[in-house]
């Protein structure tokens, strides 16, 4: 989910030039696949792996497809009007990759029955619009095992965005990873209300080591954590794509975002004809989610420890929302060896126990 | 003990850039011209820092660079305001878009990349000084640069004939111009100097900050340092108190976060905005101390009586 509140004050002017134009020649047979994305393809988290499926269908189809996408289009009502630009140029499927493009996307596709579309990360579908997600928080648990494992101080740093179901969900599947390995140990959560702004991430990066975290977590879109943690010789856990340039030495693990294998199946389904309005959300197992670059300073054992957590994950063994579960005022929210529905995470508004803080709300 | 030092030091960081933006553009509007463009010419700034510095491998060619570029957003602010009398508030407003689409294009090829770290102060014996001396000799330049440039301005309007001649072209350039002072002229100049101030803010984000360069990195600073002009009442000594009180609040806030003071996290958020606003209606609760800080010709254009 991106609730981008940074003002886009050029996106306007952007989305309209960037429309990538199509290649002269272009044969009848051609599928055209479209995507628009909300950030710029050069942010190296949410949109630069966005563009990674891209790149994925056009090497899985070659001269069979043609793509276009769409950089930097904001939330409102730009995102409408280019994606119904997209639907007039002939494409077949069109993917709006944040949560902002819902009801723009739901719009457009009324108008365009014939179109396919894939909204990613939102809650409303119909007969041409699917939708699709990742379980990030997964990765988070696996990342929390690992971090769990790694911290000397015992205390986690955790620089959180907006209090919405998404990024608690993470809070509370990093914090049981984490316990799961290491009974001692502290979360310490900053709320920084916002997605992107590096500065700001990075004092909150700064406030955390300060205050003796020595692995960071991050639900924000900026390197800024990791490379404070580079510099002051900590740990941290890259987010939604693989941050090890900006902290060689201070990624313990990155949860890498794929959404590859989802896009390509779709475009196929298209190209043949069987594609129907689906829900997705898929996680490790899917291989929608990736646990990259583990850092081989991490002992062998950890290492091991945190596989055997993610294969379990992936085959559906372990659920990282296991009961018996406590909410933080102590009362059980699922029963022992009851599993989270997915209607409870999607709707996570609650601290597990252990946790220390107030939930903004 | 230690971590007051580190939250000072931290404080310290949040408000140089802000340092930075305020002073310049306190400067343009002493001269009488508004320039709304500071976020604009910071991301510029902020880009051309990190691109040169990451090409040369060289800082000082690095701050180069950004005082350039700032400077350069600024001339063209100059041409289309001083020169076409252009309306300044859509002027500036339009040159901070320009300069957040000229950086995302400029930057492409710079996302992803990382920067090293830049030199600090290293005074033997008292940058090792426990507590103070990390605090006082052991910043990196660019903070004592920020310093020394408040305390230089402060001087120059207060002493110098320079200084005495961009107030009354601020305060009433149809008088300065009747005495045979080129309005125009010395209006370039405090642009200028406001667009190579703006842009070395900007490069202490990309560089000194982070450092690595991000489309839309700047993050509205450049209107909390328009902001701060005003709450510093077009003093150079207050706009640094006004940063640093930002900065300390922004910094403080995340602290209490940590320490988990239970105060809902939006409420912590708002405070530095909460506390701007409160100065704010405070300096301006007496109209005519408002009236006699304000350069009387703020966004007025001028035109030579021919």
Request: charged residues 25%; glycine residues 0%.
């Given at each position: 989910m991106r609730y981008r509140t940074f003002a886009k004050l050029t996106a306007a002017a952007l989305a309209a030039a960037a429309i990538v134009a199509a290649p002269a020649a272009v044969q009848a047979e051609k599928m055209k696949v479209g995507f628009v994305y909300v950030g710029p393809i050069g942010d190296h988290g949410w949109s630069y792996q966005h563009h990674q499926g891209l790149l994925a269908v056009k090497k899985a189809f070659g001269d069979k497809v043609e793509t276009t996408h769409v950089e930097n289009v904001p939330e409102g009502p730009d995102a409408e009007r280019v994606t119904r630009q997209l639907a007039q140029q002939g494409h077949s499927i069109i993917f709006t990759t944040s949560f902002g493009f819902m009801n723009p996307t739901i719009k457009v596709a009324k108008q365009f029955p014939k179109v396919k579309f894939e909204h990613c990360s939102g809650f409303k579908r119909a007969k041409n619009v699917a939708t699709y997600n990742i379980r990030y928080y997964e990765g988070r648990y696996v990342n929390g095992v690992i971090a769990g494992k790694m911290t000397k101080s015992n205390t986690i740093g955790y620089i959180a965005s907006f209090p919405i179901p998404e990024v608690v969900r993470g809070i509370n599947a990093a914090y049981l990873g984490a316990k799961s390995v290491n009974p001692n140990v502290k979360f310490k959560i900053v709320w920084v209300s916002t997605w992107f702004d590096p500065g700001k991430e990075a004092d909150a990066a700064k406030a955390l080591a300060d205050q003796g975290a020595d692995v960071i977590f991050q639900h924000?879109?900026?390197?800024a954590a990791m490379k404070l943690a580079e510099q002051r010789g900590i740990s941290a856990i890259g987010q939604a794509s693989n941050m090890k340039a900006f902290g060689p030495k201070a990624q313990l693990a990155a949860a890498v975002n794929n959404w590859g294998p989802y896009v390509v199946a779709r475009v196929k389904a298209v190209m043949d004809g069987t594609w129907k309005s689906t829900d997705t959300w898929g996680g490790i197992g899917a291989g929608m989610l990736n646990i990259a670059s583990v850092h081989e300073r991490i002992p062998a054992d950890v290492r091991k420890q945190a596989a055997k957590v993610q294969a379990d994950i992936a085959s559906g063994k372990f659920h990282p929302f296991t009961g018996p579960l406590n909410k933080q005022d102590g009362k059980q929210f699922l029963k022992a060896g009851e599993r989270a529905s997915d209607g409870l995470l999607a709707g996570m508004n609650f601290y597990v126990q252990g946790i220390e803080g107030s939930l903004p709300k | 003990m230690e971590l007051v030092v580190n939250i000072l030091l931290g404080i310290v960081i949040a408000a140089t850039p802000l340092v930075f933006a305020a002073i310049g553009e306190l400067v343009v509007e002493k001269s009488g011209v508004l320039n709304l463009g500071v976020e604009g010419m910071m991301i510029v700034g902020a880009i051309a820092g990190f691109s040169v510095t990451i090409q040369t491998g060289n800082y000082l060619a690095g701050v180069v660079a950004a005082l350039v570029a700032g400077a350069l957003m600024a001339l063209l602010f100059g041409v289309l305001t001083q020169t076409l009398l252009a309306n300044q508030v859509a002027t500036g407003l339009a040159l901070t878009m320009f300069g957040l689409g000229l950086a995302a294009l400029w930057g492409q090829d710079y996302s992803g990349k990382a920067a090293g770290n830049f030199p600090k102060l290293d005074i033997p014996v008292l940058s090792d000084l426990p507590l103070v001396g990390k605090l006082l000799f052991g910043q990196d330049y660019l903070v004592y640069l920020s310093i020394l440039l408040v305390v230089g301005v402060s001087w120059f309007f207060r002493k110098t004939r320079g200084g005495l001649i961009i107030r009354a072209i601020g305060e009433n350039h149809d008088a300065a111009h009747a005495i045979g002072y080129p309005v125009v002229f010395y209006r370039y100049l405090t642009l200028l100097f406001g667009g190579a101030c703006a842009g070395l803010g900007g490069a202490y984000l990309s560089v000194v900050q982070t450092p690595f360069w991000a489309e839309g990195m700047t993050a509205g600073r450049g209107w909390i340092a328009l902001a701060l002009v005003v709450f510093a009442a077009w003093r150079p000594g207050r706009a640094l108190l006004g940063a640093y009180l930002f900065g300390g609040i922004t910094i403080l806030q995340l602290h209490s976060q940590g320490f988990g003071v239970k105060v809902e996290a939006q409420y912590l958020s708002m405070l530095p905005y909460l506390a701007t606003i409160a100065v704010l209606v405070i300096i301006s609760s007496d109209r005519l101390k408002v009236k006699l800080n304000a350069p009387a010709c703020l966004t007025q254009p001028f035109r030579a009586a021919t």
């Open positions: 924000t879109d900026s390197p | -």
